[in-house]
């Protein structure tokens, strides 16, 4: 059974860090493209990161220089290190994984950042 459970979301502070973490499990976790995305109340869904099986990364406009993404195929995790958290990062995050057939996601942990 196919299952992407996130975790390490938290109410934290502006200017505030936080690691979430997504853990893989019933598929070949090394092959897929793993992604990180979000949505805000009111808003869609919008993409956040990339890592590509070949390790390549790609990020949004709004977290370059703030977010950095990670996995572990060791241990079948993907990784969204988040620093310097504004507000405007208040949002459900999810991870995704994709093949050029399957495509699954998780269910979200909640990031909150007020003061």
């Known amino acids: 059974q196919v299952q992407l459970v996130e975790s390490g979301g938290d109410l934290v502070q502006p200017g505030g860090s936080l690691r979430l973490s997504c853990a893989a499990s019933?598929?070949?976790?090394?092959?897929?493209?793993m992604r990180w995305y979000r949505q805000a109340p009111g808003k869609e869904r919008e993409f956040v990161a990339l890592?590509?099986?070949?390790?390549?990364?790609t990020y949004a406009d709004f977290v370059k220089g703030r977010f950095t993404i990670s996995r572990d195929n060791a241990k079948n995790t993907e990784y969204l290190q988040m620093n310097s958290l504004k507000p405007e990062d208040t949002a459900v995050y999810y991870c995704?994984?994709?093949?050029?057939?399957?495509?699954?996601w998780g269910q979200g942990t909640q990031v909150t950042v007020s003061s």
């Open positions: 995704r994984a994709t093949t050029g057939f399957n495509d699954y």
């Open positions: 019933g598929f070949t976790f090394a092959s897929y493209d």
């Open positions: 890592i590509r099986s070949s390790g390549m990364t």
